[in-house]
């Protein structure tokens, strides 16, 4: 059900390419924007339907998964609250290429994409945010591609860990990440057995915290330090 809040709107102004806008311009968003609550499981957006809009993640959080006919989906990443995603789609106009489905009870915030069209016709300022955000998007599927080559599974899993708080494309993620050992697995590329004995060491390590549903990071530079190495030769035995 769509629905136009004070919530939704304080989100919109929250965001950091809403605060680059004028104030008429400002207004204009808010009042073409609409949220939708979803329950969990819920398919925000379907692969291969029409793009309508440019979504942002108010509350709760989202993945985005391809293949989810077939028996092996493959999940390309989680947004968290605060983030937005699917400009590249807006831009090329083209029928969505993913399914982006909530993860618990979650609401998202639509930009109608005649509006997002509008502000990259009239917005500098927009413009250059949706660069910025293609461009990091960018680095995080190549930094995919180069997980894919990567033997060790800590390590994959520490940069799945990692990737959830790109400054840029997840500007409020929060230290608990509300996303389940399986999913966490997928977005590595690791079997759930194997993220499960991965999680286990990290905890020893105190780089985290595991909680039911949840994952709480508590040594963020430790766990880049660890994406950016080999293996971690301190725990050859853990598999």
Not at 49 to 61: D, R, T
Not at 70 to 87: A, H, K
Request: glycine content about 8%; aromatic content about 6%.
């Amino acid at each position: 059900m769509k629905n136009r809040t004070c919530n939704a709107r304080e989100f919109l102004l929250e965001s950091p390419w809403m605060q680059s806008l004028g104030a008429a311009v400002q207004e204009r968003v808010i009042a073409e924007a609409y949220d939708i609550l979803h329950r969990e499981g819920d398919i925000v957006a379907r692969q291969g339907e029409p793009v309508c809009s440019w979504i942002g993640v108010a509350e709760g959080l989202l993945k985005v998964v391809g293949g989810v006919s077939t028996s092996r989906p493959v999940i390309y990443s989680s947004v968290p609250v605060g983030s937005w995603m699917g400009e590249g789609s807006v831009i090329k106009n083209e029928p969505r290429l993913y399914d982006v489905i909530a993860i618990g009870g979650t609401r998202t915030i639509h930009v109608p994409r005649a509006t997002f069209r509008w502000l990259l016709e009239s917005s500098f300022e927009f413009n250059h945010f949706v660069i910025s955000h293609l461009n990091e998007r960018l680095g995080q599927f190549m930094s995919m591609v180069e997980t894919t080559r990567i033997d060790d599974p800590m390590v994959r899993l520490a940069r799945a860990l990692v990737g959830l708080f790109n400054p840029v494309l997840y500007p409020k993620t929060s230290a608990v990440l509300t996303v389940s050992q399986q999913e966490l697995g997928d977005l590595a590329g690791i079997t759930r057995q194997r993220t499960n004995a991965a999680l286990q060491v990290l905890k020893r390590l105190g780089m985290i915290e595991i909680r039911r549903g949840a994952i709480v990071v508590l040594d963020l530079p430790a766990l880049k330090a660890l994406s950016r190495s080999s293996s971690l030769l301190d725990a050859p035995s853990a598999y």
